[in-house]
């Protein structure tokens, strides 16, 4: 206990003071009354039941003190659903971050954004600490433009749940694309998507008329024929296809799209603690994913208003993961170069460093 607990002699009493630099709040610790009563033998004091239940309950006040001095009253995380986002769904319905945060005094504000641009845009103003689900063209875009997003882990691989989807009488092939009119989110994984396509097929991105539109807003121009062709994602696919739209093609075979956990710089470095025990419960659901997936698609497919056989198409066009690799370093690489040949990013940068090593602990 030494440095933790300090006693003073004054007045036939003993004062207790609590080291704020040393006493760190961990509750198991603070409530060792084993460890407590091996310091005051060795001390030689002897306390009374009533003076030993003040002292600990000086410990807890000063816990409580510490703790809530140490961390922020209240950590801003987006809530992203799109594309088929089971981990954060999971972690959210089951209250598991809630859960982890209430012993630091901490609580969670859950924010409902759509896109990766805008949460990086949250993240610049400082109103988003943790964007759990966010795509690797948003991250490459923000970091190249002068507002640094850090990649902590790993969500997922996902191909089959990007999509450009068309109207019945649309056009068929890709090269039928020219001239026409393409809603979606600029600077997303989508829109690398598609101009991927176009340049496979020999044309260039000024080929289409591309409109900025989040996935809903596209998908309503499409189903009212303001737009010829939409990106979407996950369930809006499903939903689309069931209203009688197409899909032209997926990301597979143009791009290979990395969902990951970025966070603000500022909050990885002031509050390390904080973003460890958050990822701990992210990998906590993951897992619990992985046993459970029945359960764990019940709960998505309630969220996304699909049918479960329809969730468990998503769940397995989802592409889960947790741990970074040295190919999934290389396709960042990649990317990079394509967003800037596209003239997407006026400059080059290393996508090593914005990732964190969390992104690659197992």
């Known amino acids: 206990m030494q440095g933790v607990i300090s006693t003073e002699r004054k007045q036939g009493t003993f004062l207790l003071h609590c080291d704020r630099d040393i006493f760190y709040f961990n509750l198991w610790t603070i409530l060792n009354i084993s460890t407590i009563i091996q310091y005051m033998i060795k001390k030689q004091i002897v306390l009374f039941p009533a003076v030993l239940i003040a002292v600990l309950a000086n410990l807890l006040f000063c816990a409580e003190i510490n703790a809530q001095s140490r961390y922020p009253q209240t950590v801003n995380i987006s809530y992203i659903i799109t594309p088929f ?210 359960e764990a698609v019940q709960i998505g497919s309630r969220i996304h208003q699909v049918s479960m056989e329809d969730g468990m198409k998503l769940y397995r066009w989802s592409g889960l993961a947790k741990v970074m690799e040295a190919d999934d370093v290389s396709s960042l690489e990649a990317d990079v170069d394509f967003l800037y040949q596209q003239d997407m990013i006026e400059q080059k940068i290393n996508p090593r460093a914005f990732i964190l090593p969390s992104a690659f602990n197992k």
């Open 85 to 294: 986002n089971l981990q954060i769904m999971v972690m959210k319905e089951r209250g598991m971050l809630e859960q982890a945060f209430a012993p630091l005094g901490v609580n969670v504000n859950w924010h409902n954004i759509n896109s990766g641009p805008a949460q990086t845009m949250a993240m610049a103003a400082g109103s988003l600490d943790i964007a759990p689900v966010i795509n690797s063209a948003s991250v490459i875009l923000a970091n190249a433009a002068g507002n640094p997003v850090e990649i902590a882990a790993l969500v997922s691989r996902p191909k089959q749940t990007f999509a450009l989807m068309v109207g019945p009488k649309g056009p068929r092939t890709i090269r039928q694309l020219r001239g026409k009119t393409v809603a979606g989110a600029k600077g997303s994984v989508m829109h690398q998507m598609l101009i991927a396509a176009l340049l496979k097929e020999g044309m260039k991105a000024s080929d289409v008329k591309f409109i900025q539109m989040d996935i809903n807003e596209a998908r309503t121009a499409l189903l009212a024929n303001r737009v010829d062709a939409a990106l979407q994602t996950s369930s809006l696919i499903i939903r689309n296809e069931e209203a009688g739209m197409r899909t032209l093609f997926t990301a597979d075979g143009y791009i290979n799209p990395l969902l990951f956990t970025a966070v603000r710089p500022a909050f990885a470095k002031n509050y390390p603690e904080l973003l460890r025990l958050y990822l701990d419960v992210q990998e906590k659901a993951y897992d619990w994913i992985i046993a459970n997936p029945t």
